[in-house]
Every structure is written in C-alpha cells, then in structure tokens.
C-alpha cells in the first residue's frame, strides 16, 4: 500500500514538472509584422523573429485580393485583443495567448486572410 502511494506522489512530481516546462515553452517572446490590416480585424501577422511550428504559420500565402505573396504568416485568432495603436507595417513583441480570448462583435465583412490563426497576446519590450 505504502509502494502505491509513493509511486502515485513520484507519477505526479512528474505530471507537475511536465506541465510547468509547457507553460515555460508558450511564455516565449516572438516579434512580428502586421502585413495586413483589412476590414472588419482580418488582419494577418508575419512572423519575422522566433520559432513557431511550421505547422501553425502558413509558410506560404497569396493574398487574393492584391496577388502578393506572403511568407511564415498568419491571421489572429483573437482579434479583438489586439491594439488598434499597432498600424500595417507596424513590427511589435507578442507571445501566444493562452488565456480565453476576449468576447467581441466582429462584422461580417470578407478580406482574405491566411488558413492558420493563432492567439496571440502583444508584449512591450
């Protein structure tokens, strides 16, 4: 009985340490580039210092509308988080935002923005 307990504390010594090292990897800082800044917050983000996983950017994007072609971007998840003072081509510090994103109305109105979004929280540095 005494074996079950200190192998169920070391499992969640374990867990615990597991999870802290997470909450350290998303507390990482990467700098980006609002390319975009259409209508309605369908803005897109550049990535243009860190490392995110590839699988999360759109390596390569066109935007539709002016035909230009866009590299390691992506389009916000939680934009109404993000500050109206940040204007395109604007570059700016932002880690990835874990909390629950801020509930707001976002009109309807279309302008291309790229397949991956992330959630996103701006940082001063």
Known sequence: MLRI????????????????????KSGEVFKGKLEIKAICMNYTVKLT????DTSKIAGAWTDETTKKQ???VFALENPCNFPDSIKQGDEFYF?????????CMVCMA????PGKKLPIK???K
């Open 70 to 72: 866009y590299s390691n």
């Open 122 to 124: 701006i940082i001063k």
């Open 110 to 113: 279309y302008y291309p923005i």
């Open 95 to 103: 880690t990835m935002d874990t909390a629950s994103t801020k509930a």
């Open 5 to 24: 307990f200190f192998l169920s504390i070391i499992f969640l010594l374990t867990v615990s340490a597991e999870n802290c090292n997470k909450k350290e």
């Open 49 to 52: 210092e860190g490392n995110i």
